[in-house]
């Protein structure tokens, strides 16, 4: 198993901060299809690949481009797109992003995701404030935190009971009346992927209380969690609930919802970035 040293996050930031001297305080993370809802936000664009040891993604709707700059008064560093665990990184490979964010003194972090719905009332295009999440990949032993733990950013038990802020959602609550757009609330689900739930999958998590599932998003939360970075998380609602087998889902879908799904997301995101 690899595990994540202190070396490896110094490489990583050296090489970001090699390219700008901007020191973002809000990560935003960008889920699948949702990249162009940072378009028009100015700063300077550095590909992943170029930052030794980034895990860099495969997925059509993952750009794997990072942004540091300005978006409605706030310095912000911008990942368009992010990978899997079923990519075939080591797990803590996965908390490098965030770990650099950490480095540069980023203190509240903003991720989305583009999610399946469980609740059966959820339709495509809806956003769900994520109030909390089931950890299932974590659950089964597959956790960021693997290896010994870095001191020099959290303990090695880091109390998870409000993984999502509580004044955060607020804000997000209060930028969505504002708007007037609908905003759902739930939990989220992690599963290991990729391929999707069966039905049996979602009628189990809808019975634990679950309202949206995808493959992303926790082991990011779990380590901003772990170096002590807020968190606000939204959920993009790309598919209805599948709980009786009737239909089919795929990635295509998924994107197509992501396009659907920007305008009101991008609306939502830089009014919280107003109000913070």
């Known amino acids: 198993m690899e595990f994540l040293s202190i070396e490896d996050i110094d490489a990583a930031t050296r090489a970001v ?11 935003l993370i960008l889920g699948s299809g949702l990249g162009p809802l940072a378009d028009g936000a100015e700063g300077i664009h550095i590909d992943g690949r170029d930052i030794p040891g980034w895990p860099v993604s495969s997925v059509a709707g993952h750009a794997g481009r990072l942004l540091l700059g300005e978006l ?55 956003l769900m404030l994520i109030t909390d999440h089931l950890n299932l990949i974590g659950m089964a032993g597959h956790s960021p935190l693997l290896g010994p733990n870095l001191d020099e950013f959290g303990p090695r038990f880091p109390d998870m009971s409000q993984a999502y802020d509580r004044a955060l959602q ?21 599963l290991g992927g990729p391929s999707f739930e069966t039905p049996a999958d979602l009628r189990f ?5 679950v309202d949206a599932v995808g493959m992303s998003t926790v082991p990011e939360v779990t380590v901003a969690r772990h170096g002590g970075i807020r968190v606000l998380g939204i959920s993009g609602i790309s598919n209805k609930a599948n709980l009786d087998g009737s239909t089919a889902t795929t990635h295509e879908e998924v994107l197509s919802a992501g396009e659907r799904i920007v305008p009101r997301l991008s609306e939502l995101i830089r009014e919280v970035l107003r109000r913070l």
């Not at 901060?17 to 990560?27: A, K, M, N, S």
């Not at 650099?100 to 339709?123: C, K, S, W, Y």
């Not at 607020?170 to 992690?190: F, M, N, S, T, W």
């Open 205 to 209: 998590l809808r019975s634990a209380g």
């Open 72 to 126: 409605e008064g706030q310095t912000v560093f911008v990942m368009q797109g992010r990978t899997h665990y079923y990519e075939g990184y080591p797990m803590p490979r996965l908390g490098l992003p965030i770990r650099v964010m950490q480095r540069l003194g980023v203190e509240i972090l903003i991720v989305t995701n583009a999610a399946g719905a469980v609740h059966p009332d959820f339709a495509p295009g809806d």
């Open 170 to 190: 607020d804000v997000a609550r209060q930028a969505a009346a504002h708007l007037k757009l609908p905003l759902r609330e739930g939990i989220y689900a992690c």
């Open 17 to 27: 901060q090699d390219r700008t001297e901007i020191l973002p305080q809000v990560g």
